[in-house]
Structures are given as C-alpha cells and as structure tokens.
C-alpha cells in the first residue's frame, strides 16, 4: 500500500485552518484535482459524516466516497477513502507558535493494472502540493 505524507505550516489560528479542512464544502480548495462533492452528511460528533468527492485525473473523473473515522477538533481527523482509490487519509494539525503545521498522510491501494500505475504516479505527485487556502 502506497503511503504519502506531506507538511506546512500556516500561519493561522487552528481553528480557523481546522474549519476549512473540516468543511465539506472546501475538499477542492485544498485536495488537489478534486473538483467537486457531494452527498454530504455532517453531525455535530462528525465520526460517521460522509461525502463523495469527484476526483479528475488526465480527464476521467472517479466517484469517491468517504467517511470520517476519528475527529478530534483542532486535533486530528481520519478518513476512509473507498472507490478506486481504497484507504485512509490522516491529518493532524500541530499548534507552532502563531500558526499551525498541517500534516496529511494518505495510505492508499490503487487497481488497474499497468493504468493503475500511471494513476499511482499522477496521484503521488499531487498528493505531495500543498496549497495554502487559509
């Protein structure tokens, strides 16, 4: 299983970085090549909440879906990830003076073969942007 972690410090109450990232609504802003969600279901406790999210690689959109496992406000969040990209997505956020550093680690399988491969490749390099959006 292929596993990808990356960083970054922003410089930003944690509050305000954990909204965003834990605002369905904003997965495009930060997740690179989503472009777009839907079918969100968000609970004061969050564990449990749910959305799909369409990812677009090389011009093919995948479907998907995911649910929160763990939430920890201003803490630390985990997510599944299902559909073609199965596994799990873990961010945590660590308070550094006036800012916060942000870590996401994804741990994922991918299928398709020799396709599956190239995808892995694309998917490797985005996963490892990291976009201010705060």
């Given at each position: ?39 969100y ?9 749910s ?56 741990d ?7 396709l ?19």
């Open positions: 299983m292929p596993i990808v972690e990356n960083s970054i410090v922003i410089n930003a109450p944690v509050e305000k970085v954990f909204g965003v990232i834990d605002d369905p609504a904003r997965v495009p802003e930060y997740f690179s090549g989503v472009v777009g969600v839907s079918d279901k968000q609970t004061p406790e969050r564990v449990g909440d959305l799909k999210f369409t990812y677009s690689v090389l011009g093919i959109h995948f479907e998907v879906p995911s649910s929160v496992l763990e939430w920890d406000e201003n803490v630390r969040m985990v997510s599944s990830l299902g559909g073609a990209f199965p596994g799990v997505v873990t961010t945590t956020f660590d308070v550094q003076g006036d800012g916060v550093k942000v870590t996401q680690r994804f994922y399988s991918i299928k398709g073969g020799i599956g491969k190239a995808l892995n490749a694309i998917l490797v390099e985005r996963m490892k942007e990291v976009v201010s959006f705060v």
